[in-house]
C-alpha cells in the first residue's frame, strides 16, 4: 500500500523553457512543477538522486511526498506525472500534485498476472495475453495499492478475465468499464505446412520459370552448306 511518506526537499527554480531545463538535468537536477489547489504552480527542481531514492520504495511511484519547498513546511504531494529518458530511462521532468490525505484521489495503477504457471490453459499450450496493464482507482492517498494482482491460475482455453474479475482491497474502486479486458487465454496460432503434392507442383512451376529461354529467330549458329559457314 501507498502508506510510506517521504521527505522529498525541492527547490524553486525562476528560469524555465527548454535551455534552462538541460543546464538543471547536467547539473543532476530534474525540472518540475508544483501544483496545488487554490495556488499558483510552482517551478521547482530537484535532486535526481534524491528524488529516484523516493520513488523506488515500496509504494513506489505511489509514493506519498512529504514535499518541501525552499525550506517551508512539508506538504503531502503525489508524483501526478512524469517523463523519462527513452533511452537511459532517467526522469527528466516531473509534475507533483498537492492533496489532502483526507480526500480520495484518482490514480493510475498496474495490474500484474499471478498464477500463470498452474493455469490448465497454458498447461495444453495455449497462449496468455494480457491486454489491459493499468487501471484507474479511486482512494486516499494513504491507501493506494502499488499495484492489483489477478489470479489467472484458473483459466482455462478461450477464457477472458475482465475489469470486474479483479479483487481489490477495502477503501479501493475501481473506475474503469467493469468489461474492459485484462487478460485472455486463446488457443496457439499453427504454421500450416504445404501438403508434398503442393510442394512438389511449385518446384516444378519454378523449373519452368527458370528454364533457358528460345533462342530467338535469326540468333541461332548457321547450318552446314548455309551462307556465311566456312565452307565455300
Same mark, same amino acid.
Given at each position: 500500500?501507498?502508506?510510506?511518506?517521504?521527505?522529498?526537499?525541492?527547490?524553486?527554480?525562476?528560469?524555465?523553457?527548454?535551455?534552462?531545463?538541460?543546464?538543471?538535468?547536467?547539473?543532476?537536477?530534474?525540472?518540475?512543477?508544483?501544483?496545488?489547489?487554490?495556488?499558483?504552480?510552482?517551478?521547482?527542481?530537484?535532486?535526481?538522486?534524491?528524488?529516484?531514492?523516493?520513488?523506488?520504495?515500496?509504494?513506489?511511484?505511489?509514493?506519498i511526498l512529504d514535499v518541501v519547498l525552499?525550506?517551508?513546511?512539508?506538504?503531502?504531494?503525489?508524483?501526478?506525472?512524469?517523463?523519462?529518458?527513452?533511452?537511459?530511462?532517467?526522469?527528466?521532468?516531473?509534475? &507533483? &500534485?498537492?492533496?489532502?490525505?483526507?480526500?480520495?484521489?484518482?490514480?493510475?495503477?498496474?495490474?500484474?498476472?499471478?498464477?500463470?504457471?498452474?493455469?490448465?490453459?497454458?498447461?495444453?499450450?495455449?497462449?496468455?495475453?494480457?491486454?489491459?496493464?493499468?487501471?484507474?482507482?479511486?482512494?486516499?492517498?494513504?491507501?493506494?495499492?502499488?499495484?492489483?494482482?489477478?489470479?489467472?491460475?484458473?483459466?482455462?482455453?478461450?477464457?477472458?478475465?475482465?475489469?470486474?474479475?479483479?479483487?481489490?482491497?477495502?477503501?479501493?474502486?475501481?473506475?474503469?468499464?467493469?468489461?474492459?479486458?485484462?487478460?485472455? &487465454?486463446?488457443?496457439?496460432?499453427?504454421?500450416?505446412?504445404?501438403?508434398?503434392? !503442393?510442394? &512438389?507442383?511449385?518446384?516444378?512451376?519454378?523449373?519452368?520459370?527458370?528454364?533457358?529461354?528460345?533462342?530467338?529467330?535469326?540468333?541461332?549458329?548457321?547450318?552446314?552448306? !548455309?551462307?556465311?559457314?566456312?565452307?565455300?
Amino acid at each position: 500500500m501507498a502508506g510510506e511518506r517521504i521527505k522529498l526537499e525541492v527547490q524553486p527554480r525562476e528560469d524555465t523553457g527548454t535551455s534552462a531545463a538541460r543546464r538543471l538535468r547536467r547539473n543532476g537536477l530534474v525540472p518540475g512543477v508544483l501544483y496545488g489547489t487554490g495556488k499558483e504552480p510552482h517551478a521547482i527542481s530537484v535532486p535526481e538522486r534524491e528524488l529516484r531514492k523516493a520513488l523506488t520504495g515500496g509504494a513506489g511511484l505511489h509514493t506519498i511526498l512529504d514535499v518541501v519547498l525552499d525550506g517551508g513546511s512539508p506538504t503531502p504531494s503525489i508524483l501526478k506525472d512524469h517523463q523519462q529518458d527513452p533511452l537511459r530511462g532517467k526522469l527528466v521532468h516531473i509534475d &507533483l &500534485l498537492e492533496v489532502r490525505l483526507d480526500r480520495a484521489i484518482a490514480a493510475t495503477v498496474t495490474v500484474q498476472l499471478v498464477g500463470a504457471e498452474d493455469s490448465p490453459g497454458v498447461r495444453e499450450g495455449g497462449a496468455l495475453s494480457q491486454i489491459g496493464r493499468d487501471v484507474t482507482v479511486e482512494a486516499l492517498p494513504m491507501e493506494v495499492p502499488e499495484h492489483i494482482a489477478l489470479d489467472v491460475s484458473g483459466m482455462e482455453m478461450g477464457d477472458t478475465l475482465r475489469v470486474s474479475d479483479l479483487a481489490v482491497p477495502d477503501g479501493v474502486r475501481l473506475v474503469d468499464d467493469p468489461e474492459t479486458v485484462i487478460a485472455t &487465454l486463446t488457443m496457439p496460432t499453427r504454421v500450416e505446412e504445404p501438403e508434398p503434392e !503442393e510442394a &512438389l507442383a511449385e518446384g516444378e512451376e519454378g523449373e519452368l520459370e527458370g528454364a533457358p529461354a528460345e533462342q530467338p529467330e535469326g540468333g541461332a549458329e548457321p547450318a552446314e552448306g !548455309e551462307p556465311g559457314t566456312a565452307e565455300g
